[in-house]
């Protein structure tokens, strides 16, 4: 098992930016996306945005134009880039990683408040 340690989680006013990371501490092989989710209090976790091994992104409705996914494969790291943060977003976001075997970060908390 190859931990991913997440960081960069914190609180912030709505409008607000943060900016968090996801590194694998080991090698990971034949990876086929990388991706964010979260899970707000009370609700079922969700996809956030994923890149594939491609470079294709995807994004939820309702982070699109807010968020970016994008990664460092010689680190095996990805990074989620959140811009004009809005209540709603406050949630445990968790990375993974979709490879030969499925890697899940411990999760990092991002709360906005208005």
């Known amino acids: 098992q190859v931990p991913l340690v997440e960081s960069g989680g914190g609180s912030v006013l709505a409008g607000g930016s943060l900016s968090l990371s996801c590194a694998a501490s080991g090698s990971i092989f034949s990876i086929n996306y990388m991706a964010w989710y979260r899970q707000a209090p009370g609700k079922q976790r969700e996809l956030v945005a994923l890149i594939s091994s491609g470079g294709s992104t995807n994004y939820a409705d309702s982070v699109k134009g807010r968020f970016t996914i994008s990664r460092d494969n010689a680190k095996n790291t990805v990074y989620l880039q959140m811009n004009s943060l809005k209540p709603e977003d406050t949630a445990v976001y968790y990375c993974?990683?979709?490879?030969?075997?499925?890697?899940w970060g411990q999760g990092t908390q991002v709360t906005v408040s208005s």
């Open positions: 993974r990683i979709s490879g030969a075997y499925d890697y």
